[in-house]
Every structure is written in C-alpha cells, then in structure tokens.
C-alpha cells in the first residue's frame, strides 16, 4: 500500500512539509510565496503561490501549473 499525503506543513522559509496518513514526514517542497495547500483523498495535492497552482500527483511529481 502506498502512502498518501494527507496533511502539511507551511514553514516560514517558504517550504511544504508533506505528511502521510500515520504524521509521517514524506518530502519538502521548496515553494516560494506559498499561500495554501489542498490535498485530495486519492493522494494528489495543489500548492497555491504567487497567483499559480501547481498540481502533483501522489508520486508528488508536478504535472500541471495553472
């Protein structure tokens, strides 16, 4: 089974901190200006900054900016 990201972490130096179901650290994404996060239940996530949203897939590989 593999994991999801089901919650974040925004941190003052303009990184997300991923988390799984179980709190686990997954990976840090440096992104600069971030203002949100959304994640989904399938495991893809948004990270809205600077005016753009930027959507990962639960391989938290960016696919598309909007």
Known sequence: M???VTSYEIKS???VYLYDENGNYMRGIQ???VSDVRTNPNGEFDIYR???REHYDKTMV?????
């Open 62 to 66: 960016r696919r598309r900016t909007y």
């Open 2 to 4: 593999s994991r999801t």
């Open 13 to 15: 130096n303009d990184i």
């Open 31 to 33: 992104a600069e200006g």
């Open 50 to 52: 600077k005016g753009m």
